[in-house]
């Protein structure tokens, strides 16, 4: 017997666990279940170990203080040898997790998984789900810069909506009155400490589940899953067709992990780390703050949302919909597992898809946000200068100094804000353009205190010769009729 | 027959309920210093005392009809802090002593709001909200307007009540000021 082989013996001697081991690895998974759909809970689980991994190493540096966490961080960057990489392994490995968990969970959805008996096993996996952008949120905030510092008030404000006992919330969630030092030492307590135990434990559930109920088969439309029956066909399929998890499904797994840590690691080699970006000051005001890739979806929505109807989606909408993941199972917990036989599942998914897909690409241009460098920045096309009387011209100073452009694009560039305003001559007739600027509506300000008369009409006059040369500018026939009998 | 199958209590079965209890007394017993620790932001902002009377500057350095951004140190800080300890605001000045402190986070979800001389609005860069020059909210997504600080002028100088990050339910000032200007 080989020394090694005696090392082992002599060990499990003592721990006496080779036979739970053993048991484990040979348990026997339905054949087609050893799938490359079946690779993603385990990618999540490698994810998840190499952001803990990761994690560690930055905490040998990273400052947990708000005066210093930013300088820290510029360290790591510059100063630490290879500090830059694992921070751009860590940033983009929590990209790849919340990725890995949202495909893993639409896997799970589309094969039925979550049907009896693995209620519970889908109930853990929301809170996983939860728990992954919880990290991506406070990790966002440890990088603590003026996105950071911004977002933390977005998080404020959006408590500050708490009917009643807002204010607490809002002192709870910065740890005082305003966003400080105890802000950020909370938020390092809680992505450090407080959701990654939570997670190791539920995700130590999560496994167990697995391997208590067996890994989900592969559905089959007209396979119905029942309460009475599921238990003992499930046990059938493993006798009749299955084989051991180690090696016939393992080796897809393991390929897939470390195909998913060889991505992460180029995303970091070749796009680098996350920032920092300007300093966490909140009295530099000549910023734009945005949210890390998986919340713009979010951003966009706010930006979309009526004003009414803000303070209800926020505060109900992640209630209605975390409450119906969590009942999924107890509705939809027996019947056709197969997302063949289930458009509903199927649509449900879809539409969710492209609602995030849209509002994330939206949150790519925002074009609700004035843009705000265009009026000093942009140039005045030149077609819409040459010829033009002096009057127009200088309504066109008028366009751009008073900021118009930041809201309204001429000639492709400026503000997304408002309409573009190339052809508003034949949208608009002269007096409704003089009314629109001073008396503003439809979501412009009325510029009506802050444009003097001469000035307004300079820029109107600039206004009306904004159309394509081949038509005509919008006229009031009325206004014309009442001349021509002048 | 045992004490448990006459439906009473075996001597161990007690002893093994009071230790039981012992340590439930004793949770409750860390749980209230602990709940205390951690409602401590709560507690300590009670009767509003997270915000003070925080000089501006003197008057001079705000001219009259215009609008500019002003500093001041939070006044409940550590100092590591760090930067996050200037706060920034839009100071009016309408003229002599009238003025309009506005906060700079956007009524809207808290981003810093710019001043634009030119067309006198304050505009926000996040979702597009707009205020007119007295703070009114003009367009966009904001539910309200500005967020105005209460002030006085003391001894040629410029005060604000100020120390609280101001929401929809956090006041940046302990009372909104009494002549109306509020959006």
């Known amino acids: 017997m080989s020394r090694l082989a005696k090392i082992g013996q002599w060990f499990d001697a003592r721990l006496q666990l080779s036979g739970e081991v053993r048991e484990t690895m040979e348990h026997p998974v339905p054949r087609t279940s050893a799938s490359w759909f079946y690779v993603f809970g385990s990618a999540a689980l490698t994810v998840f170990l190499l952001q803990i991994f990761t994690g560690i190493m930055l905490a040998l540096i990273y400052v947990p203080s708000a005066g210093e966490a930013w300088n820290s961080l510029q360290y790591l960057n510059h100063g630490v040898t290879l500090g830059w990489f694992l921070r751009g392994v860590h940033g983009w490995g929590s990209n790849f997790m919340v990725a890995i968990v949202l495909i893993h969970m639409v896997q799970v959805a589309m094969f039925g998984a979550y049907k009896f008996p693995r209620e519970l096993t889908w109930i853990l996996g929301v809170f996983l789900l939860l728990m992954t952008l919880g990290m991506a949120f406070t990790g966002q905030v440890l990088r603590f810069d003026q996105d950071a510092y911004w977002g933390l008030g977005i998080g404020a404000a959006i408590c500050g909506r708490v009917p009643f006992i807002g204010a607490w919330v809002v002192h709870l969630l910065l740890g005082g009155p305003i966003i400080a030092g105890d802000t950020l030492s909370r938020f390092f307590a809680i992505h450090v400490f407080v959701i990654p135990g939570l997670l190791i434990g539920f995700v130590s559930l999560h496994l167990l589940l697995v391997l208590k109920l067996g890994i989900n088969d592969w559905p089959m439309p007209g396979r119905l899953v029942r309460r009475s029956t599921y238990v003992q066909e499930y046990h059938e399929l493993t006798k009749k067709d299955g084989v051991p998890f180690v090696p016939e499904a393992v080796w897809k797994d393991m390929f897939f992990s470390a195909f998913i840590i060889v991505c992460v690691m180029a995303c970091a080699a070749y796009f680098g780390p996350y920032g920092p970006n300007g300093q966490p000051d909140p009295t530099i005001v000549q910023t734009v703050p945005k949210p890390d890739f998986f919340f713009q979806w979010l951003y966009a929505l706010l930006a979309y949302l009526p004003p009414a109807m803000e303070t209800p989606a926020l505060l109900i909408g992640p209630v209605v919909i975390i409450g119906f993941l969590i009942c999924l199972p107890f509705f939809a917990g027996e019947g056709e597992k197969s997302w063949k036989r289930r458009p509903i599942a199927v649509v449900t998914i879809l539409l969710s898809a492209v609602a995030l897909g849209t509002l994330t690409h939206l949150a790519g241009y925002t074009p609700w946000s004035p843009i705000m460098n265009a009026w000093s920045g942009d140039p005045v096309p030149v077609q819409y200068l040459n010829g033009r009387s002096p009057l127009e011209r200088q309504g066109a100073a008028v366009f751009q100094g008073k900021q118009c452009r930041n809201c309204h694009s001429i000639g492709g560039s400026g503000g997304l804000r408002g309409p573009d305003l190339d052809s508003v001559a034949v949208r608009m007739t002269h007096d409704q353009l003089v009314r629109q600027v001073l008396q503003g509506g439809g979501n412009m300000p009325a510029y009506g205190k802050n444009l003097n008369p001469a000035e307004v009409a300079a820029l109107v006059s600039f206004l009306d010769t904004l159309h394509p040369a081949n038509q005509v500018p919008a006229r009031d026939a009325a206004q014309e009729a009442v001349a021509h009998d002048k | ?183």
């Open chain 2, 1 to 183: 027959m045992s004490d448990q199958e006459k439906g009473g209590m075996s001597r161990r079965d007690l002893m093994a309920k009071i230790g039981m209890l012992l340590n439930g007394a004793a949770v409750v017993i860390l749980a209230t210093p602990v709940v205390g620790y951690l409602l401590a932001p709560i507690v300590r902002g009670d009767g509003g005392r997270y915000r003070k009377w925080i000089n501006l500057g003197e008057l001079d350095e705000f001219p009259e009809g215009q609008t500019r951004l002003a500093k001041y140190k939070n006044p409940i800080s550590n100092p590591w802090d760090g930067e996050t300890d200037d706060i920034p605001c839009w100071v009016r000045r309408l003229q002599g002593e009238s003025f309009q402190v506005f906060a700079i986070n956007c009524a809207h979800l808290g981003c810093p709001v710019r001043w634009f001389p030119q067309s006198s609005l304050f505009m926000c860069p996040c979702h597009g909200g707009v205020y007119y020059q007295d703070g009114s909210r003009a367009s966009g997504p904001p539910p309200r307007g500005l967020f105005e600080y209460k002030y006085k002028v003391e001894g040629g100088r410029l005060m604000i009540e100020a120390g609280q990050l101001p929401t929809l339910s956090t006041n940046a000032s302990l009372r909104a000021r009494s002549n109306g200007c509020q959006g």
